[in-house]
């Protein structure tokens, strides 16, 4: 196997608060975690804007790392401001200033490129060289782009975590987003050696958007899961949910991931004169959230609704034991870590019927339930408080599953033996060349 060159760019470029506990953002950590850990020639690196180029570093892991888990290992004040490199479409004025502030910009990041001690980071030469990716489509266009206007052309193995911007509610509520989505999927897609997918249905959503004419003709696409392990983290543990039993939603928004269907089904217990559990909402805040939680018509709840801001790996693991069970109504998912944890850790799960990554995380482990039917949830929400032999038995059932469900090491895995596959052929050097 040739040396792999993992990008941490994903941390490197989004290293505040709000993205750091992001999915894809811990999926970057936690495989990276797991490579540094393993017997191969691995090498991490980040992408600079500044310089157009690729540097290599050495990465914090486990309590040497503020993630807990794996970081670049560069301080904050070095983080570049990000500018587009590509665009879906042509727009003269845009395109005619576009050079000047990306001079600007690039000024700016050098400036801050000058936080990072001496000898800290190795330039590296990325022409030929084994990339594995699995950030965000967005920063790897950007950084494709920069790399090719110096001629530079990495054998790019990127995993994708989903095409849901693709769908048709999308493209109506934000045509601008899903067009530059569609443009970066494009051009990942045109530079891949090989596509991993992190799920089956993923996979398949790929193949689908690519006949339809959203995407290019993909590489070879290989599905390498993620995985249902939280890993255990020493951060400390300040942000904590009611003593109560709970509904715990992770991440939870209104629109796809269905916060609606989660507060209708405690209205509905309510009305019915059945006990509403406390609801905590783990995640980043959000304005539209507070505001369709302050309609008139949940009044009756609202008192029962906790948020628990941006919660770290230690903080999210006590709120996941703690809870009566994890809520995931998502009308759609690439994934779904947080039903993962929850079973990994035996906590009942309650995710949307019909949502395909849902059934392959949730196994025959999780209970279905209509996203479009709140009473169906507090149907299952009324069973999980009001029998708790049923309740214990469940979460001994789950408990049990733990030997079968996925872990870190099993996604580094397999991501290596794709990575093998992969690189068993010469280049594709016409691909690149396009």
């Known amino acids: 196997?040739?040396?792999?060159?993992?990008?941490?760019?994903?941390?490197?470029?989004?290293?505040?608060?709000?993205?750091?506990?992001?999915?894809?953002?811990?999926?970057?950590?936690?495989?990276?975690?797991?490579?540094?850990?393993?017997?191969?020639?691995?090498?991490?690196?980040?992408?600079?804007?500044?310089?157009?180029?690729?540097?290599?570093?050495?990465?914090?892991?486990?309590?040497?790392?503020?993630?807990?888990?794996?970081?670049?290992?560069?301080?904050?004040?070095?983080?570049?401001?990000r500018i587009r490199n590509s665009f879906p479409a042509a727009h003269g004025l845009r395109d005619a200033l576009h050079p000047l502030v990306r001079r600007a910009v690039r000024a700016i990041n050098l400036r801050r490129w000058r936080h990072?001690?001496?000898?800290?980071?190795?330039?590296?030469?990325?022409?030929?060289?084994?990339?594995?990716?699995?950030?965000?489509?967005?920063?790897?266009?950007?950084?494709?782009?920069?790399?090719?206007?110096?001629?530079?052309?990495?054998?790019?193995?990127?995993?994708?975590?989903?095409?849901?911007?693709?769908?048709?509610?999308?493209?109506?509520?934000?045509?601008?987003f899903t067009s530059t989505f569609c443009h970066d999927n494009a051009v990942v897609l045109a530079r891949a050696e090989m596509l991993l997918a992190n799920s089956a249905f993923t996979r398949g959503e790929i193949l689908k958007m690519c006949d339809a004419g959203y995407l290019p003709p993909p590489p070879p696409i290989r599905t390498v899961p993620l995985c249902h392990e939280l890993r255990v983290t020493d951060e400390p543990v300040s942000k904590t949910?009611?003593?109560?039993?709970?509904?715990?939603?992770?991440?939870?928004?209104?629109?796809?991931k269905n916060l609606e269907c989660v507060v209708e089904a405690l209205l509905a217990l309510h009305d019915q004169g059945r006990p509403v559990p406390p609801l905590v909402l783990a995640g980043a805040p959000r304005k539209r959230t507070e505001s369709y939680l302050n309609e008139a018509r949940f009044a009756p709840i609202r008192d029962r609704v906790h948020h628990v801001i941006n919660p770290n790996e230690a903080e999210l693991r006590a709120l996941y034991e703690g809870a009566l069970a994890l809520a995931m109504p998502s009308r759609m998912e690439g994934w779904g870590l947080p039903l993962a944890e929850a079973l990994w850790l035996g906590t009942p799960g309650l995710a949307a019927e019909g949502n395909a990554a849902l059934h392959e995380?949730?196994?025959?482990?999780?209970?279905?339930?209509?996203?479009?039917?709140?009473?169906?949830?507090?149907?299952?929400?009324?069973?999980?408080?009001?029998?708790?032999?049923?309740?214990?038995?469940?979460?001994?059932?789950?408990?049990?599953?733990?030997?079968?469900l996925r872990r870190w090491r099993d996604v580094a895995e397999d991501l290596l033996a794709a990575v093998t596959c992969a690189t068993a052929s010469a280049p594709h050097h016409q691909r690149a060349a396009e």
């Open 241 to 256: 949910g009611p003593t109560e039993p709970y509904i715990l939603c992770v991440g939870i928004q209104r629109g796809r």
């Open 361 to 404: 995380v949730g196994l025959d482990l999780a209970q279905y339930f209509d996203a479009e039917d709140p009473c169906a949830l507090a149907r299952l929400i009324d069973d999980l408080q009001s029998d708790p032999a049923a309740r214990a038995a469940l979460k001994a059932r789950i408990r049990a599953a733990r030997p079968r």
């Open 1 to 81: 196997m040739p040396t792999i060159f993992y990008d941490l760019s994903e941390q490197f470029l989004s290293s505040g608060l709000k993205l750091k506990y992001y999915g894809i953002a811990r999926t970057v950590m936690d495989v990276g975690h797991e490579l540094a850990r393993m017997p191969v020639d691995v090498r991490f690196v980040v992408y600079s804007p500044a310089h157009e180029a690729f540097f290599e570093v050495t990465p914090r892991l486990g309590a040497d790392s503020p993630t807990g888990i794996l970081d670049p290992g560069l301080p904050d004040a070095a983080t570049p401001y």
């Open 116 to 176: 990072i001690p001496e000898g800290l980071v190795r330039k590296v030469d990325m022409q030929g060289q084994v990339l594995v990716s699995l950030g965000r489509p967005k920063l790897m266009a950007d950084y494709l782009t920069g790399l090719a206007r110096h001629g530079v052309y990495p054998r790019l193995i990127p995993l994708l975590h989903d095409m849901i911007p693709l769908h048709e509610f999308a493209l109506s509520s934000s045509p601008g």
